[in-house]
């Protein structure tokens, strides 16, 4: 593990007190991108997040992902909390947003800079794109850029990336990681690794279709010198016969579920028994379900996968 010894003081000393928290017992969080109203992935993602949280008797933080600005909708993180607040589920301590944040997120990379640890990139889109034709499926940066002398500067309007040098046990797995885009935004890798180090989270409960994704964060955490810390994955929301949602179905948020006459009740038993957690029909409160599965706490873990 790399070592965290030439991290500024102050960052030691806040990893140190999230590392306090992490040890007095379970912390998870959900985490949306206010990019619209939650989809039925998600809110099921909510659901399953929230109660592997309350059935660990731990904490669950909600956490807004708002750094990628062109993508957030106005109106999205009122909606999120007040989908939440309607199913019934329910985060501890204030809502925690990243567009706040983004000083944190600077001092780690200035940090990692100063280690010597970031190098920028200028590979483009469409050379990426050209380097991973040749390659299998899981794309790995191949360290293009690494030995080249790249100006840190500004070059036709456009800023290089910036990549993390990651230990060797990462560099099969996902490759050097981006920490800020061309475009000058924080990465969402950087952002996250950072945030579940910084607030202490110890497991996280998140979609599928992230599992890759962890690979990233956890080479970050590395770097960082600290534990790695737990994933776990809720199944993508498939039909009935195992087929991917349509565009349109994936869209389909509370709103449209209320106009066809659901409760919260409806809702939360359509979740749970999608995947099987309680039978097809029931209607429940999130509480009830709790309940339910504090008498079989495998039930949940069966759900997630690894
Ligand atoms: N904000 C991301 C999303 O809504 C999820 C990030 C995460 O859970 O790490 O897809």
New binding site residues.
């Given amino acids: 593990m790399a070592s965290s010894t030439k991290l500024p003081q102050g960052l030691i000393d806040l990893l140190n007190q999230a590392q306090r928290l992490r040890r007095k017992g379970y912390r998870g969080r959900f ?3 206010p990019t619209g109203p939650l989809h039925l992935g ?1 809110l099921r993602t909510a659901l399953i997040s929230w109660l592997r949280a309350r059935l660990k008797s731990g904490e669950w933080l909600l956490r807004i ?1 708002d750094l990628d600005t062109p993508r957030n909708r106005a109106g999205a993180i009122e909606s999120i909390q007040s989908d939440l607040h309607w199913l019934g589920l329910d985060w501890d301590g204030p809502m925690i947003v990243q567009s706040q944040r983004r000083e944190l997120y600077e001092n780690v990379l200035s940090a990692f800079k100063l280690q010597g640890k970031v190098y920028p990139c200028r590979c483009t889109r469409s050379a990426l794109a050209e380097i991973n034709r040749s390659e299998s499926k899981n794309f790995i940066y191949p360290g293009t850029c690494r030995s080249l002398r790249i100006p840190w500067s500004m070059q036709d309007g456009r800023l290089p990336s910036l990549r993390l040098i990651v230990d060797k046990e990462f560099s099969s797995k996902c490759g050097d990681v981006v920490l800020r885009r061309a475009d000058g935004y924080i990465a ?1 890798h950087l952002a ?1 690794a950072a945030d579940e180090m910084f607030l202490g989270i110890n497991e ?1 409960v ?2 599928n279709d ?1 599992a890759s ?1 962890r690979h990233f964060q956890l080479a970050i955490i590395d770097s960082l010198g600290q534990k790695p810390l737990s994933y776990l994955h809720v199944p993508l929301f498939l039909n009935d016969d195992g087929t991917k949602l349509s565009k349109r179905e994936q869209g389909i948020g509370l709103e449209n579920l209320r106009l066809k006459g659901m409760s919260s009740e409806d809702v939360i038993g359509y979740l749970a028994s999608s995947l099987d957690l309680v039978p097809t029909g029931s209607s429940l409160t999130a509480e009830e379900l709790l309940k339910e599965l504090r008498k079989s706490q495998s039930l949940i873990e069966k759900v997630l996968l690894p």
């Fill in positions: 985490a949306p991108s998600n992902d969402y996250t996280v998140r979609g992230l994704a």
